[in-house]
């Protein structure tokens, strides 16, 4: 039906960027909304960042100013840009997209997960 691919974790210093990409495929008609969530170990799966077809933006509280979000409507991508990385952004970021389908089902799919690990 939907495939996530995330790409552009990895290990980075405290005060540095990262990039992570989702391209999604499938038989969407339609995407209503792109967005980021991490996993710390131990912790609550919570919202990063997330864009709606609308426009509508939302942050997390912690990454407010630092990260940005943006979407490439023409290939199904969006994209999480990671600036000013802390310790405390290490987590596995997962990919999320609630989208429309042929025969007017609409499905909310995850991708399997990319390490960030910010560490000196």
């Known amino acids: 039906q939907v495939q996530l691919v995330e790409s552009g974790g990895g290990l980075v210093q405290p005060g540095g960027s990262l990039r992570l990409s989702c391209a999604a495929s499938g038989s969407i008609v339609s995407i209503y909304a792109m967005g980021w969530y991490r996993q710390a170990p131990g912790k609550q799966r919570e919202l990063v960042a997330g864009?709606?077809?609308?426009?509508?933006?939302n942050y997390g509280d912690s990454v407010k100013g630092r990260f940005t979000i943006s979407r490439d409507n023409g290939k199904n991508l969006v994209n999480l840009q990671m600036n000013s990385l802390k310790p405390e952004d290490t987590a596995v970021y997962y990919c999320n997209v609630n989208v429309g389908l042929r025969g007017a089902v609409r499905g909310d799919y995850w991708g399997q997960g990319t390490q960030v690990t910010v560490s000196s």
């Open positions: 864009l709606s077809s609308g426009g509508i933006i």
